[in-house]
């Protein structure tokens, strides 16, 4: 019993039963263990990304920088920025809103440099459903292909303070 | 000198002081769930669209509280109260230290208390996982902190008590089973709780403006040392509940203890880096070093968990078909005991679990899911059937177990006994799929309006997520009555059950 000291010698050689149900589990498991990294390398589901840390000041001129040199419009005082394909963007998370607008064309390869200025704030691109945490202090680069055009929200889903819901903000694929 | 008495159910050697310190951690620990499930109707109210209950305030802060009641200290003081019983009734000896397992226990309870006032007076709504740099007060990081050095004692206490009876003869050679998988859920806890002091007591220095900051990427990655470790212990404590509620109610053995004992230690080994998984959508992780943590050290971690899965049933099956239902290959399945609920508990806990639970949890820590269901409501989902399905579940089986051997008690309402574990799995089962549904399409956790009214810009997300979200509704009521009927069951009876003669 479970309850009770087991008897002198308890560890018997295991059954046919046991030695089945082991093998059958372990070879499933060498089977993922191997299709992950492969599905990584194949696969489109993770973007490659880097990470550098920053200042809110550095980043704050980086995001101004581009937004100055790209704008095209803007959407409730939300300036829409434009940015040259293959070029380094920055989005910027801040009680309570995602900082600017993007534009990207479709089939391109952007660097998106993600930040926050004050909490932690979760980006989740919907409704492709792609989440990514943006941490204070830590420039997340995250290589970026759409592969598909429209409009897309970006809520936040790490909670932020009691405005953490309003937090919504926008990316158009052209 | 210790005063001890002979079960005349059970035929155990039960010491006083043990009784007593068992009753007072899971009365506790009740009281604790019961405050836990009121909050978590709450919660559950506010997020059925159509009746959007509570304020903004009062979401995040009951959230905060609910986190806190029923994740942390009901079944910690659950987890304690079994330490005691595997240490001491199981092995037949004393308390090594009773006073200081008293001094445990006040901390234990003076930290909870602390947390929940705190909380509750505002400017603390920094949820469970308190991420910096959001600040709470400072009395809420020392709560924690004295909550967790509390438990850390008692769990310390085990290993004491382990040495006093090796020492008065109480066992020759190994420990039981079920106290051998209580010792692995220690050996883990004391690694969590080394973690949290890691990472609290700076983040108490900085919230007191002694220190500047506290990195938030390290917050993180300690944090989930301890955050998601912690359930490891509930993970370990769950399945010696198993093996001890199947020898209790079946006269199950293991078929073969070696399997067992070996899935314990590969929990203790390897659990603990697979909680990185939370950090799979950060930037402080390594491509590789996320691939590496998906492939392969989490495997070794499941490996252990389908041993239990083998082990845990085969001992059922064994024991009833010796005694005598052996027809066909399913006669034994039929005639348990589904009408004990210590038996039906452990059986639905088992089942989900493990299909629900632990698939679940398999699925959404390898990398290419994390990035589809990070922080969506479908992790939400995950836990409510690892922590409440399948540890609540359990702890509330072995409940109805120990009222007549410890409490000396007889349950009252038995025949509601015996549909509350049914009733209360049905709704986790409910509420936790239509959760995970909700955040396939990714709804997000934590969030008290998925309108998002006042925003600049609005997104409405796909209209079947009003429905899985009212179904969560349902299923959380049925839930909370199925909860609701074991606190009164468990609590009524330990003050006005019918005792026990023993």
Same mark, same amino acid.
């Given at each position: 019993?479970?309850?009770? /000291?087991? /008897?002198?010698?308890?560890?018997?050689?295991?059954?046919?039963?046991?030695?089945?149900?082991?093998?059958?589990?372990?070879?499933?498991?060498?089977?993922?263990?191997?299709?992950?990294?492969?599905?990584?390398?194949?696969?489109?589901?993770?973007?490659?990304? /880097?990470?550098?840390?920053?200042?809110?000041?550095?980043?704050?001129?980086?995001?101004?920088?581009?937004?100055?040199?790209?704008?095209?419009?803007?959407?409730?005082?939300?300036?829409?920025?434009?940015?040259?394909?293959?070029?380094?963007?920055?989005?910027?998370?801040?009680?309570?809103?995602?900082?600017?607008?993007? /534009?990207?064309?479709?089939?391109?390869?952007?660097?998106?440099?993600?930040?926050?200025?004050?909490?932690?704030?979760?980006?989740?691109?919907?409704?492709?459903?792609?989440?990514?945490?943006?941490?204070?202090?830590?420039?997340?680069?995250?290589?970026?292909?759409?592969?598909?055009?429209?409009?897309?929200?970006?809520?936040?889903?790490?909670?932020?303070?009691?405005?953490?819901?309003?937090?919504?903000?926008?990316?158009?694929?052209? | 000198?210790?005063?001890?008495?002979?079960?005349?159910?059970?035929?155990?050697?039960?010491?006083?002081?043990?009784?007593?310190?068992?009753?007072?951690?899971?009365?506790?620990?009740?009281?604790?769930?019961?405050?836990?499930?009121?909050?978590?109707?709450?919660?559950?109210?506010?997020?059925?669209?159509?009746?959007?209950?509570?304020?903004?305030?009062?979401?995040?802060? %009951?959230?905060?509280?609910?986190?806190?009641?029923?994740?942390?200290?009901?079944?910690?003081?659950?987890?304690?109260?079994?330490?005691?019983?595997?240490?001491?009734?199981?092995?037949?000896?004393?308390?090594?230290?009773?006073?200081?397992?008293?001094?445990?226990?006040?901390?234990?309870?003076?930290?909870?208390?602390?947390?929940?006032?705190?909380?509750?007076?505002?400017?603390?709504?920094?949820?469970?996982?308190? #991420?910096?740099? %959001?600040?709470?007060?400072?009395? #809420? #990081?020392?709560?924690?902190?004295?909550?967790?050095?509390?438990?850390?004692?008692?769990?310390?206490?085990?290993?004491?008590?382990?040495?006093?009876?090796?020492?008065?003869?109480?066992?020759?050679?190994?420990?039981?089973?079920?106290?051998?998988?209580?010792?692995?859920?220690?050996?883990?806890?004391?690694?969590?709780?080394?973690?949290?002091?890691?990472?609290?007591?700076?983040?108490?220095?900085?919230?007191?403006?002694?220190?500047?900051?506290?990195?938030?990427?390290?917050?993180? %990655?300690?944090?989930?040392?301890?955050?998601?470790?912690?359930?490891?212990?509930?993970?370990?404590?769950?399945?010696?509940?198993?093996?001890?509620?199947?020898?209790?109610?079946?006269?199950?053995?293991?078929?073969?203890?070696?399997?067992?004992?070996?899935?314990?230690?590969?929990?203790?080994?390897?659990?603990?880096?697979?909680?990185?998984?939370?950090?799979?959508?950060?930037?402080?992780?390594?491509?590789?070093?996320?691939?590496?943590?998906?492939?392969?050290?989490?495997?070794?971690?499941?490996?252990?968990?389908?041993?239990?899965?083998?082990?845990?049933?085969?001992?059922?099956?064994?024991?009833?078909?010796?005694?005598?239902?052996?027809?066909?290959?399913?006669?034994?399945?039929?005639?348990?005991?589904?009408?004990?609920?210590?038996?039906?508990?452990?059986?639905?806990?088992?089942?989900?679990?493990?299909?629900?639970?632990?698939?679940?949890?398999?699925?959404?820590?390898?990398?290419?899911?994390?990035?589809?269901?990070?922080?969506?409501?479908?992790?939400?989902?995950?836990?409510?059937?690892?922590?409440?399905?399948?540890?609540?579940?359990?702890?509330?089986?072995?409940?109805?177990?120990?009222?007549?051997?410890?409490?000396?008690?007889?349950?009252?309402?038995?025949?509601?006994?015996?549909?509350?574990?049914?009733?209360?799995?049905?709704?986790?089962?409910?509420?936790?799929?239509?959760?995970?549904?909700?955040?396939?399409?990714?709804?997000?956790?934590?969030?008290?309006?998925?309108?998002?009214?006042?925003?600049?810009?609005?997104?409405?997300?796909?209209?079947?997520?009003?429905?899985?979200?009212?179904?969560?509704?349902?299923?959380?009521?049925?839930?909370?009555?199925?909860?609701?009927?074991?606190?009164?069951?468990?609590?009524?009876?330990?003050? #006005?059950?019918?005792?026990?003669?023993?």
């Amino acid at each position: 019993m479970a309850l009770k /000291e087991p /008897e002198r010698i308890w560890w018997k050689p295991y059954s046919k039963d046991e030695r089945l149900w082991i093998s059958v589990a372990l070879v499933w498991m060498v089977i993922s263990f191997l299709f992950m990294p492969i599905y990584h390398l194949v696969g489109s589901t993770n973007p490659p990304s /880097e990470t550098y840390t920053v200042t809110n000041d550095q980043f704050q001129g980086l995001v101004d920088k581009m937004v100055e040199q790209y704008q095209v419009g803007e959407e409730k005082g939300i300036p829409v920025v434009h940015p040259e394909p293959g070029s380094d963007v920055f989005l910027q998370a801040s009680m309570w809103r995602w900082y600017p607008i993007l /534009e990207f064309e479709k089939g391109k390869t952007y660097r998106v440099h993600l930040s926050s200025m004050d909490l932690q704030h979760g980006l989740s691109i919907l409704p492709v459903n792609m989440n990514f945490m943006a941490l204070p202090g830590y420039d997340y680069v995250i290589t970026l292909t759409p592969n598909k055009s429209g409009e897309f929200h970006l809520v936040c889903n790490e909670y932020c303070g009691l405005g953490h819901h309003m937090m919504v903000g926008k990316l158009y694929v052209k | 000198m210790s005063e001890t008495r002979i079960c005349s159910l059970s035929g155990l050697k039960i010491e006083k002081n043990a009784e007593t310190l068992i009753m007072w951690n899971v009365v506790a620990g009740v009281a604790l769930l019961a405050a836990g499930g009121l909050f978590g109707l709450l919660m559950a109210l506010t997020r059925w669209p159509s009746v959007h209950l509570l304020d903004i305030q009062w979401y995040y802060r %009951l959230l905060t509280l609910h986190g806190v009641d029923a994740l942390l200290a009901w079944i910690i003081f659950f987890e304690i109260g079994l330490v005691y019983f595997c240490s001491s009734v199981l092995l037949g000896t004393r308390a090594a230290a009773p006073k200081v397992a008293w001094v445990a226990f006040a901390m234990m309870l003076g930290g909870g208390v602390l947390i929940n006032v705190i909380v509750l007076l505002g400017g603390s709504d920094v949820l469970f996982t308190s #991420y910096v740099p %959001l600040k709470a007060s400072p009395f #809420y #990081y020392l709560g924690i902190i004295i909550f967790a050095v509390g438990s850390l004692i008692a769990f310390c206490l085990f290993f004491a008590n382990i040495v006093v009876a090796k020492r008065e003869g109480a066992f020759q050679r190994t420990l039981p089973l079920g106290a051998y998988g209580m010792a692995a859920a220690c050996i883990i806890a004391i690694l969590t709780f080394g973690h949290g002091a890691g990472i609290m007591i700076p983040t108490l220095l900085w919230s007191a403006g002694l220190i500047p900051n506290v990195d938030p990427g390290a917050y993180r %990655l300690v944090f989930w040392a301890l955050g998601h470790a912690s359930q490891q212990i509930n993970v370990c404590a769950m399945v010696a509940v198993w093996y001890m509620t199947a020898a209790f109610t079946l006269g199950a053995k293991p078929v073969n203890e070696k399997l067992s004992r070996t899935a314990f230690v590969l929990y203790i080994l390897f659990i603990n880096v697979a909680s990185e998984h939370h950090l799979l959508t950060d930037p402080i992780l390594s491509n590789w070093h996320k691939i590496v943590n998906t492939s392969y050290v989490m495997h070794l971690a499941v490996l252990a968990s389908m041993m239990h899965a083998f082990c845990v049933p085969a001992s059922w099956e064994v024991a009833l078909r010796k005694k005598g239902y052996t027809a066909g290959l399913f006669e034994w399945l039929k005639k348990a005991p589904w009408g004990n609920p210590a038996f039906s508990a452990i059986a639905i806990s088992l089942v989900l679990f493990g299909f629900l639970g632990g698939i679940t949890g398999v699925i959404f820590g390898t990398e290419q899911f994390a990035i589809v269901r990070h922080n969506t409501f479908a992790i939400t989902g995950h836990f409510h059937t690892t922590v409440v399905a399948g540890t609540t579940l359990a702890f509330m089986g072995f409940t109805y177990l120990i009222l007549p051997y410890i409490f000396r008690r007889k349950l009252i309402l038995p025949g509601l006994a015996v549909i509350q574990p049914y009733l209360y799995g049905i709704g986790v089962t409910i509420f936790a799929m239509a959760m995970m549904a909700a955040g396939s399409f990714g709804v997000p956790r934590r969030h008290w309006d998925i309108t998002f009214s006042g925003a600049p810009f609005s997104f409405s997300f796909d209209p079947s997520v009003d429905m899985f979200l009212s179904l969560m509704g349902v299923g959380s009521l049925l839930a909370v009555v199925g909860g609701g009927i074991y606190v009164v069951i468990s609590l009524g009876s330990v003050f #006005y059950g019918e005792k026990v003669e023993g």
